[in-house]
């Protein structure tokens, strides 16, 4: 077994790196015949296949993932923001009476739903997960029911306060504590288990999955690095195994400079390029996680409020607005955007590229045939 694995790594050693000294010349282009276009065709495949991986993961986060994410954030502080409109406003009976709950609890309202649209639309949402977005829907429509139930009992605080907190346990199965009873947004921590059923721990549940699949893509896959590593090694031995071929072919052929393989090793130059891109791809993909945790659990409904109050101030870091705004610059900025489009490009010139290669050497492997006299080294 040592003896066949040895026997197979020479063979495969002498076609990946032969050596010119006293070899014929027949002998070295046969070699040269078989491996360099082996080598571009290795090369070409993995090198594209790592190098659109990472790109459609930056694409699948800045054109999915992120909006979805931002989208149940926003979903989840207008909820909240609407219902601490509610109370406000249906604890003033006589101001109900007259205009009915405020524009402010109608236009949270509407951007939720809209917002909850926006994430089924999004594409990033597995087919059990759209059911689960499905039911969210719902429950906010359940909830605005409520709401107008207890607009319907302003004047009978019993009925009204009953209405109120029911409406409440669908956004929040957390009770509110005694000491945030005053708050106008007291906080909601979400549930896990069969006890996670109000509106918040479904879209904390949605947020959860979204960030394990956004940490999944940020990182570097075992494949991709495998593929890298494949990609490196065969890119150097092409590189090399071109450049001593032109050597061979200018000293035994007197051929100054062979233009079918310098056309094929001119996409090499372009490798640096892409992985340089691949790599800051990587790198933004891996600045948004903390963004993204942010998003889940860092904004709140009083900094929205404070946002839409105090436009002209600075903007707030755990706004959500703001943190969308940095993952998609961030995403954006972590790329070469004149490479855009060259990813499904890569493996079509690297056969090219070999069939350019293989073409010139048989040509040059036939002429010599031809020309060769008997008698004449070969």
Sequence with gaps: MVVVGGEIGRRLWRYAWPSATGRRNRAYLRDRLIALPLLAVVAAGAFGWAYADVREDSAHLRERLAPALVGLANAKASLFIAHG??????????????????????????????????????????????????VVSALVVDYTGRI???QGHARDPVLRDAELSYARSMLCSTPVAAADRQDRHPPCRPTTGSGATSIVDRVAGLERELRGRLADRAAWGPGVLTAAAVAGAALVLLAAGLWR???????RFRIRLS???ALAALPLLAVPFLTADAVLAQHAQTRTLPLADALATRTSPRTETIAEERPFDGPDPTAVEVLGSRIDDTLSDGRLAFLDGAAPFVLPVGLAGAALVGGALHAYRREYLVVARPGAVT
């Design 245 to 251: 071929t032109v050597v061979f072919l200018r000293r």
């Design 85 to 134: 409109e509610a109370v406000a406003n249906l604890h003033e009976a006589g101001a109900v009476d007259l205009v009915g709950l405020s524009q402010r609890y109608r236009t949270r309202v509407a951007r939720a739903t809209q917002s909850l649209n926006e994430v089924t639309r999004s594409g990033a949402l597995t087919v059990a997960e759209e059911q689960e977005l499905r």
């Design 148 to 150: 107008g139930r207890a």
């Design 259 to 261: 233009i079918p393989l």
